[in-house]
């Protein structure tokens, strides 16, 4: 991220007039009913004031609000879902491009494609493709926004089966820094294509998306608990079964504290322990037969994986993790996972700080790993792991300590990283783990970059600075 682009501190009111004359959705600004609401992020952190929060209703209204953050030299944010931990989809003084209003989603059955408008969420997505049998790769929590998961790259339940989320995208319409419209994908402005996945935001607004669908309904999965004490075996013994595992099963591993509440038995309640979140999209008749080799390892101390629809499984854990909570993470890439780091997980994992941090390890192998670390702009192809350590609370008391657990945890496995993260779970880091980020890519991000935005307009990402940068 930047701070250098120039921030409007007074906006003349008929200045303003003439933007709202020109959108269907609301201009909001401070003062305005329903400008705290507006101005807020999922996670609570983050408290910026916007000079103008624009809730756009198509693209014209999108092409209007970039020709006037343009033309006004303002900081100009865009949101997508609101997710983002570093608060991306938000700013100080600047103009927010809002696309929650944009839900639009079309199904095609007959193709197995879906279009997604920019401001949908991937509940919004699940809600319209589940009825056909249909779903496409996203995350692990449906409230995340389609729009930021996507142009980070996409880790989730159906990464080892599919590949990442944007394996699955076939397409995107856009507007670019000048407000002109565009379409990118494997014909028209490809190497534009190329960047948007895993590039984030940095080349303009998606306004919608076109995504390939697979048959995914009922699905078997959900988490199994087990005790801490068990945390070493358990965990080299989840490596080496998912290394081995056929594709059609996923299984994250996480450090999580019990929620004090049912459906959890009493006796565990605020325990912390490691769990495993399964997912498994074979045929159901075999599904027992899967994972006997699982509840082998140990009968878990809870196991609630069972036959569960899709959406249900990527909803499972949005009431736990509600917006308003402070959240601090960092994440890094792992080739492997050694023994020795294991013995530092297990050390840290016992540790958490709060009843809602944690610590995952997502799996990207399989079909995640078969496109090559050229062939789009997500460069840790090579990466088996991905991990992310999480502090979040409701209480902002806490954050110092939650921080700092979260940063000795992430310093002491980072020797055994391989160099870069996750640009969708990283605070703001700077420019050198952007670059960690993409490695040999960085250089061809920042070629696209110049061509689509050389002035830098949409800087609030996980920033590539344009190859040859022209001062706005
Ligand atoms: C609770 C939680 C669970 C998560 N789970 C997962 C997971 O399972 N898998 C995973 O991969 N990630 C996950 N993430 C990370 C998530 O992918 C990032 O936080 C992502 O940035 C969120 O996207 P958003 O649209 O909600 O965020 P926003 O804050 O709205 O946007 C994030 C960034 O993307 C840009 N952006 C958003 N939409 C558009 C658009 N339409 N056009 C151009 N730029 C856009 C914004 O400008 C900003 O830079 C999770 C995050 C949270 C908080």
Redesign the pocket.
């Given at each position: 991220m930047t701070t250098q682009a120039p921030i409007a501190t007074t906006l003349e009111k008929a200045t303003v007039q003439d933007l709202r004359s020109r959108m269907r959705g609301a201009v909001i600004q401070p003062g305005d009913p329903g400008y705290e609401p507006a101005r807020r992020?999922?996670?609570a952190m983050i408290d910026r004031h916007p000079a103008l929060i624009t809730h756009c209703a198509d693209v014209a209204d999108v092409i209007s609000a970039v020709n006037f953050a343009r033309q006004h030299q303002l900081t100009l944010?865009?949101?997508?879902?609101?997710?983002?931990?570093a608060?991306?989809?938000?700013c100080d003084g600047g103009l927010v491009?809002d696309?929650s209003r944009m839900k639009g989603i079309r199904v095609d059955p007959t193709k197995r494609t879906v279009r997604v408008e920019?401001?949908c969420?991937w509940g919004d997505v699940d809600h319209a493709t589940h009825p056909f049998g249909l779903a496409t790769p996203?995350?692990?929590?449906s409230?995340?926004?389609?729009?930021?998961?996507?142009?980070?790259?996409?880790?989730?339940?159906l990464s080892r089966t599919y590949g990442?989320?944007i394996d699955n995208l076939l397409g995107v319409d856009?507007v670019l820094a000048d407000g002109s419209v565009v379409t990118a994908n494997a014909q028209q402005n490809a190497d534009l294509f190329w960047a948007l996945r895993g590039g984030?935001?940095?080349?303009?607004?998606?306004?919608s998306?076109l995504f390939r669908l697979h048959p995914v309904s009922t699905v078997y999965g959900g988490p199994m608990l087990w005790p801490m004490e068990a945390a070493a075996d358990l965990l080299r013994f989840w490596r080496d079964f998912i290394l081995a595992a056929p594709e059609n099963i996923n299984g994250w591993f996480g450090f999580v504290t019990v929620p004090p509440a049912p459906p959890f038995p009493e006796p565990l309640h605020l325990k912390k322990m490691c769990v495993i979140v399964w997912c498994y999209t074979g045929p159901l008749d075999q599904a027992e037969a899967t994972f006997k080799p699982i509840r082998a390892f140990g009968p878990p101390a809870v196991d609630f994986a069972g036959p569960i629809p899709w959406p249900a499984l990527q909803s499972m854990?949005d009431a736990l993790?509600p917006p308003g909570l402070q959240?601090y993470w960092k994440a890094d890439f792992f080739a492997a996972l050694s023994d020795p780091a294991i013995d530092l997980h297990v050390t840290y994992g016992a540790q958490l700080p709060t009843m809602h941090s944690t610590m995952h390890l997502?799996p990207i192998n399989g079909a995640a790993q078969r496109v090559g670390r050229d062939e789009t702009a997500f460069s840790f192809r090579d990466a088996t792991f991905a991990e992310v350590v999480v502090g979040v609370d409701p209480d902002p008391a806490n954050n110092e300590r939650m921080i700092q657990w979260a940063k000795d945890y992430w310093l002491a496995l980072h020797p055994y990283s391989a160099g870069g993260g996750?640009?969708?779970?990283m605070m703001d880091e700077g420019e050198d783990r952007v670059k960690a980020a993409y490695r040999e890519n960085y250089a061809r991000l920042a070629q696209v970059k110049a061509t689509y935005d050389p002035t830098n307009l949409?800087h609030?990402?996980?920033n590539i600075r344009p190859a040859t940068e022209v001062r706005r």
């Open positions: 992020v999922y996670n944010a865009v949101r997508g879902g609101g997710h983002n931990g608060g991306l989809g938000t491009i696309l920019g401001g969420t996203s995350g692990f929590i409230s995340t926004g389609v729009g930021g998961l996507t142009l980070g790259g996409g880790i989730g339940y990442l989320t856009m984030g935001g940095n080349f303009g607004v998606v306004t998306f854990f993790y959240w997502y996750y640009v969708n779970m949409f609030l990402n996980q």
